[in-house]
């Protein structure tokens, strides 16, 4: 049994294969919060101490002790108003309009399988891989019940949470802030691992130590961003990729949301995660129900790099859904940064003709193909394919492509209208625009109101008809600017914090029904690149394009920072032109294929500018790519190198589970005259197994690659790389 509770105790323990959680309902009834970390099994209780501590007020039931306190006691989910002075998960406004709720333990559920979410994305598993512990708590004064939902995943030592606050009074109240976790550490030093950066430069690695004062990353946007990332780690100051005890914490969610970290006046750790508190609030009148996001937990003793690689796990199989997630994905071209807005049907078709010989397998039309859509700045809304620009309607461009043995794939970018359209003209209410205020533009469009049913189902059927009409299979979802204007007429004054939240679960509606009516399309994600990846977009579809930046070089640190939370398969990376499009940087065609190879792999530029030996190498890319497919997708991640650091290399690594197969990828990232020679150690192959390196023939033992190194053969210039496929031979 991963869970179990001890009546006599009180002490609910979830059990995965390496680790522990434990809380207790004290005799208050209140739900502290006892342990996480490496497994364990015996009660923890013995951690909580108790003294009389100044400015911490006591809760009523103690009577005249005072050494209770819950500004100092561990917590699961803490509340404002019960004396806890640190940053809360929930904070509600009573129907006399004062803050206060107080949760008690009233009971709980344990069952086999794992509970899902109405409207949310969510972890899912069988019956015989997961448990879920249910914990109801109430608030008597005011009615509010939450029910504290943990999903246990044992196999890749993940907890899932998530959280359901309903009405049970006679009158409504507010939440001003419903965040799903709360992890409270008695005692330690962590630091603090968050993935900011901004458009064409997303998820940079930041670690710093968790001080006192409060250190929050989150997004006010709308969607989850490009500045900061809705994934974190908690870690022992020196945990390192393969020792060391760290935490993460990714919130399956695409919208608005805070992580926020606190060393406490106690010397305690508080972490929390949820929804965004800012630009928010609930109002639940009787009887109505709130879920809050979940947000999946992971516990490694064994480093970061095996907290990696639960996440990576988890999300790849337990997360991603329909039946492209663990099938190889069509090595795609896309026409964008070979084209831009400015293309015929005929262009379109050269560029697949060019793809089919080099065995691309899908060519992705991206923005221009509507409206009148020859500037970024119209026909957003518009989803009425321009037959006059692609020389006839969709489905003979389709044709053509399909008899070439190309699939094809569509950019889209449903959220969004330009004022300069139709729908805009017919409808201007359904934009997001505050009455009596001029709305703030970006990239000159305005973004639908999403929350309004009647809006997003507009749109579904303008994109359906498009859908029908021709043999789509892929899906570019994209979405080009940040929500500012948040106002929906629909909504009353009393509800207006509540639109965002209400946008998002459009946009899953949305989804949800694309996926159920197309299975056969594969979507991937986009926003700007990479301002909404996030576990949330990847339950509806199982890739997301990782950054507009498709520079070689960039993109190692990119992906490097996108790989601690999210699997090699959510990765979309493609190899583009140089001198790049974004950089000016020119990088050699063999670094740019092994890049884009860490990732869902395409190209993205003018296939017949290819002079003949590039095709060539193109070729031989494509056929790489292929043949190591499993390998790159099911093949267990390594962060070999630290690429911020100066004079660092790009190096990483993909080894099977049964350590059968290893591809090493290294990239100089600079250059220097007389040179020193850079090492790599090797990680995850069989210790006693001698391995061959397929092009060179050589021969080498596991565990002198992953003791002893290899050195990395001398590279001229800058950017060059290279790559070794190691194949297992025999054991000693
Ligand atoms: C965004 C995407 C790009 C491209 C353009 C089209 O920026 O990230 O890849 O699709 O939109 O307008």
């Keep these: 049994m991963a869970v179990n509770y001890d009546e006599t105790t009180g002490i609910f323990t979830i059990q995965t294969e390496k680790s522990s959680y434990q809380m207790q309902v004290d005799r208050f009834g209140v739900l502290l919060h006892l342990y996480y970390g490496g497994r364990v099994n015996g009660p923890m209780d013995y951690l909580l101490t108790f003294q009389d501590r100044g400015f911490s007020g006591n809760l009523y039931d103690a009577g005249a002790d005072r050494t209770y306190s819950l500004d100092a006691l561990p917590q699961e989910y803490p509340c404002q108003g019960t004396g806890d002075f640190r940053s809360v998960c929930l904070s509600m406004e009573n129907p006399d309009g004062t803050l206060s709720c107080d949760l008690r333990y009233r009971s709980h559920k344990i069952y086999n399988g794992k509970y899902g979410l109405p409207g949310l994305p969510a972890v899912y ?22 029910v504290l939902f943990y999903g246990v995943l044992p196999k890749y030592d993940v907890i899932t949470r998530s959280v359901c606050l309903t009405n049970r009074g006679t009158e409504p109240v507010v939440l001003h802030k419903a965040s799903t976790v709360c ?4 005692w330690g030093d962590y630091d603090l691992l968050r993935f900011y950066g901004r458009h064409a430069m997303e998820r940079n690695l930041e670690r710093a130590p968790i001080a006192h ?15 900061y990332n809705p994934f974190m780690i908690v870690a022992d100051r020196n945990a390192g990729e393969e020792d060391g005890r760290c935490y993460g914490l990714s919130f399956v969610y695409s919208g608005n949301f805070k992580g926020e970290a606190e060393k406490d006046q106690y010397g305690q750790t508080r972490v929390i995660m949820g929804l965004q508190d ?13 879920y809050g996001p979940e947000v999946i937990l992971s516990y490694s003793g064994e480093g970061i790099g095996k907290l990696s690689r639960n996440f990576h796990k988890v999300i790849r199989h337990n997360l991603c859904r329909g039946k492209f997630k663990e099938m190889p994905r069509p090595v795609l071209v896309n026409n964008w940064e070979a084209t831009y807005l400015d293309f015929t049907g005929e262009k379109i078709c050269e560029i697949g ?3 089919a010989e080099l065995g691309i397998e899908m060519l992705v039309l991206d923005d221009g193909w509507f409206g009148k859509r020859d500037s970024d700045s119209v026909s957003l809304g518009d989803w009425v394919v321009n037959e006059k620009k692609l020389g006839g309607p969709l489905s003979s461009i389709v044709e053509r492509v399909n008899a070439m043995g190309l699939k094809f794939g569509l950019w889209v970018e449903p959220e969004m209208v330009s004022e300069d359209s139709d729908l805009y003209r017919a ?3 359904w934009a997001m625009v505050i009455p009596g205020r001029r709305p703030v533009r970006s990239r000159q469009q305005l973004v639908l109101d999403f929350s309004r049913e009647e809006v997003a189902d507009y749109i579904f059927d303008s994109l359906c008809r498009v859908l029908d009409s021709a043999n789509v299979e892929y899906l570019k979802w994209d979405m080009n600017r940040s929500v500012i204007d948040v106002y929906s007429a629909l909504a009353g004054c009393a509800e207006q914090g509540e639109v965002l939240y209400k946008y998002t679960l459009g946009l899953y509606r949305f989804l949800d029904r694309i996926g159920r009516r197309y299975p056969n399309i ?14 949330g977009m990847l339950y509806y579809g199982p890739q997301i394009w990782c950054s507009d930046n498709t ?22 990376s493609h190899v583009s032109a140089v001198p790049n499009h974004q950089t000016g940087r020119s990088v050699p065609l063999k670094t740019r294929g092994a890049v884009a190879m860490a990732g869902s792999f395409g190209y993205e530029l003018d296939l017949g500018k290819l002079t003949p030996a590039e095709k060539e190498e193109v070729k031989a890319q494509v056929k790489a790519y292929k043949d190591n497919w499993k390998l790159i997708q099911d093949g267990e991640y390594y962060r070999l190198s630290n690429p911020y650091e100066p004079d660092g290399l790009g190096a990483w690594e993909f080894a099977a589970e049964d350590g059968s197969e290893a591809l090493l990828t290294v990239v100089a990232l600079n250059t220097h005259g007389n040179p020193l020679t850079s090492y790599v150690r090797l990680k995850g192959l069989r210790a006693d197994g001698w391995y061959r390196d397929e092009a060179a023939g050589k021969m080498y033992e596991g565990r002198a690659l992953m003791e002893g190194g290899i050195p990395v053969p001398h590279m001229e210039d800058e950017y060059q790389s290279w790559q070794m496929h190691l194949r297992l031979c025999g054991e000693r």
């Design 427 to 429: 409808h201007p209410d």
């Design 522 to 535: 594969l979507i991937e994600g986009c926003c700007g690149g990479g301002g909404r990846f996030d576990a």
């Design 213 to 227: 004062g409060m250190t929050s990353i989150g997004s006010r946007r709308g969607a989850s961003s490009h500045q």
């Design 125 to 146: 598993a069988k019956e015989e891989e997961a448990q879920t512990l249910e914990i109801r708590l109430e608030d008597e004064a005011s009615g509010l019940e939450a």
């Design 551 to 572: 520079d070689a070089i960039d993109r190692i640190r990119i992906q490097y920072g996108t790989s601690f939370g999210y699997p090699i398969s959510a990765v979309g």
């Design 278 to 290: 800012e630009l928010f609030s609930y109002r639940l009148k009787p009887g109505e129900a709130f």
């Design 353 to 355: 003709r060019q793809a």
């Design 183 to 186: 992890l409270d550490f008695l």
